[in-house]
C-alpha cells in the first residue's frame, strides 16, 4: 500500500466511523489498531498474519465491535462482494440456531453446486461462560464444537474466523484442544482505554 492510498484509505475509514458515530475518536488506544486492520483487510503485509483471523479483546464499550463494523463496511465499499468481508454472528445467535438445528453447519464449510460459498465469520462477545444446556449438549461444549468446526473451514477452505471478546485467550474456558487450536487459528490483538459509551 503506498503512502497516498494509505491517506486515502484512513480519510474513507474516518468518515465511515464518523457517520456511524457523530462522537467516533481515533487517539492513542485505537489508532495503531486500525492501522493495522487497514493494512489486513487490503491484503497488505504489516503486524498481522493475512492467513489468521482476528482475536480483539479488550474491556466493555472500547468499540470492538465497531472496529469490525467499520472494516466491513470499507472492504465492501472499495470493492464489493472483497474476499475479505465476512458475515457476522454473535454467541446468543450461535445458541439460538443450535436451539432450532440442533447443528453448527450453517458455521462451517457450505459447498452449493460444486462451489465453495463457505465465508468468513466474525464471533461477537466470545467467551460467556455459561451453565445452560442444549437439548443435553452445554454451553460450553457448543462453543469448543464450534471452534472446531471454525479450524476445519480455516485448514480446508482458507475462510477465517475473527472475534470479539471481552476475555483474553489466557482466560477462556475451552479445552486444551481448543486452545491449541485458537493459537494456530487467530491474531491476537488487545485493545485498551476506558468505555467510550457515553
Same mark, same amino acid.
Given at each position: 500500500m503506498n503512502k497516498k492510498?494509505?491517506?486515502t484509505a484512513k480519510e474513507i475509514i474516518k468518515q465511515i466511523a464518523l457517520n456511524q458515530n457523530e462522537k467516533f475518536v481515533f487517539d492513542e488506544n485505537n489508532k495503531k489498531i486500525y492501522h493495522d486492520l487497514l493494512y489486513y483487510f487490503?491484503? +497488505? &503485509?504489516? $503486524? =498481522? $498474519? =493475512?492467513k489468521k483471523g482476528i482475536y480483539l479483546y479488550g474491556s466493555f464499550g472500547l468499540g470492538k465491535t465497531t472496529a469490525f463494523l467499520i472494516m466491513r463496511e470499507f472492504v465492501n465499499m472499495i470493492k464489493p462482494f472483497n474476499q475479505n468481508s465476512f458475515m457476522i454472528t454473535s454467541v446468543e445467535g450461535i445458541m439460538e440456531h443450535y436451539k432450532s438445528e440442533r447443528n453448527l453447519i450453517h458455521f462451517g464449510k457450505n459447498i452449493i453446486d460444486g462451489r465453495d460459498k463457505t465465508k468468513h465469520l466474525l464471533i461477537n462477545e466470545f467467551g460467556k461462560?455459561? #451453565?445452560?444446556?442444549y437439548f443435553g449438549t452445554s454451553f460450553n461444549e457448543i462453543i469448543n464444537s464450534l471452534i472446531?468446526?471454525?479450524?476445519? &473451514?480455516?485448514?480446508e477452505h482458507n475462510k477465517v474466523t475473527h472475534i470479539t471478546s471481552n476475555y !483474553?485467550?489466557?482466560? =477462556? #474456558? &475451552? $479445552? +486444551? !484442544?481448543v486452545n491449541d487450536r485458537l493459537h494456530e487459528m487467530f491474531n491476537f &490483538? #488487545?485493545?485498551?482505554g476506558v468505555s467510550r459509551r457515553k
Open positions: 492510498s494509505e491517506i487490503t491484503g +497488505n &503485509v504489516g $503486524d =498481522l $498474519d =493475512l461462560d455459561a #451453565k445452560e444446556t472446531m468446526t471454525r479450524y476445519e &473451514v480455516f485448514q !483474553a485467550p489466557t482466560d =477462556l #474456558k &475451552v $479445552d +486444551n !484442544a &490483538v #488487545k485493545i485498551g
